[in-house]
């Protein structure tokens, strides 16, 4: 019995090393197709703000472009070209072959990142801040510390970097990377929520600030966060916590397929002009 365990045990582990590889580059592949289709709204529902029409913005967002704010209407604008430089730049930098491939683009894409990051992050505080939007205070919160983690993810992969210190390195970044996406995966989760109850989801208010919305708008960092947090653990445990971590990213990233179409075919592609 003894020998057929010592076979069973090293032939499990490395199944369970696989499963774990293919589910987290299964979720990631499913997550960076979805960012693509949220960038690609960006520039066709925005883009035209660069040449001056502002209509979009009036339209389609709570509190757009405000006559006479002109810091804050810049602020607005240099979020919405962040938010799509990010969003592109994000998923090619924790690419591993685009790493292995070309790193010194790696290396300037992820300085182009972290200073667009940090930029977005100084003009969402303004923005929060500054103007009355929709929800409660709560939601103000929530974004605020988003946007204090991104700061705080981003000086610690940089310093992570200057050490040469890789593995530390790829852990913040890829946290920085879920913090960034936080935009991008409240979106989903109400897609998400809206395909699976076929309507409104139960607790949305109609200000964002029933207690799902409240819920989105921690969870879209928090539970993106915490399922890094397992994944990170489960590389270094056993093969039985590897292949439970290898089924919950399978699923993870089933529920992010569903949430990306619901939020391309609700959200994003009816208000494409």
């Not at 103000?140 to 040469?164: E, G, N, Q």
Request: net charge positive.
């Amino acid at each position: 019995m003894s020998d057929v365990a010592a076979v069973r045990a090293p032939s499990w582990g490395a199944a369970a090393d696989a499963a774990l590889k293919t589910g987290g580059a299964l979720w990631f592949a499913v997550a960076a197709l979805g960012q693509w289709v949220f960038a690609a709204y960006i520039v066709l529902q925005y883009g035209a703000v660069l040449w001056g029409d502002w209509a979009p913005l009036r339209e389609f967002m709570p509190v757009g472009a405000v006559d006479g704010d002109h810091a804050g209407n810049a602020a607005l604008i240099g979020h919405l070209f962040i938010a799509f430089t990010i969003t592109i730049g994000g998923t090619l930098q924790l690419m591993p072959f685009v790493r292995n491939a070309a790193p010194v683009f790696h290396r300037w894409n992820g300085r182009i990142y972290i200073g667009t990051a940090f930029a977005s992050s100084i003009a969402g505080l303004y923005m929060v801040w500054t103007r009355d939007g929709i929800g409660t205070v709560v939601n103000d919160i929530a974004i605020s510390i988003d946007a204090l983690l991104i700061i705080a993810f981003a000086v610690l992969a940089v310093r992570a970097a200057m050490r040469r210190d890789f593995d530390v390195h790829n852990r913040w970044a890829v946290r920085l990377f879920l913090v960034v996406s936080g935009v991008w995966f409240m979106r989903v989760m109400y897609g998400f929520a809206i395909m699976v109850v076929q309507g409104k989801p139960p607790g949305v208010g109609d200000n964002m600030d029933g207690p799902f919305d409240v819920f989105v708008a921690f969870g879209c960092y928090l539970l993106p966060l915490a399922l890094a947090e397992l994944y990170f653990l489960s590389k270094r445990g056993g093969a039985l916590g590897k292949t439970v971590m290898s089924v919950v990213l399978i699923f993870a990233a089933g529920a992010t397929a569903l949430g990306v179409f619901g939020a391309a075919m609700i959200m994003w592609l009816p208000r494409v002009t």
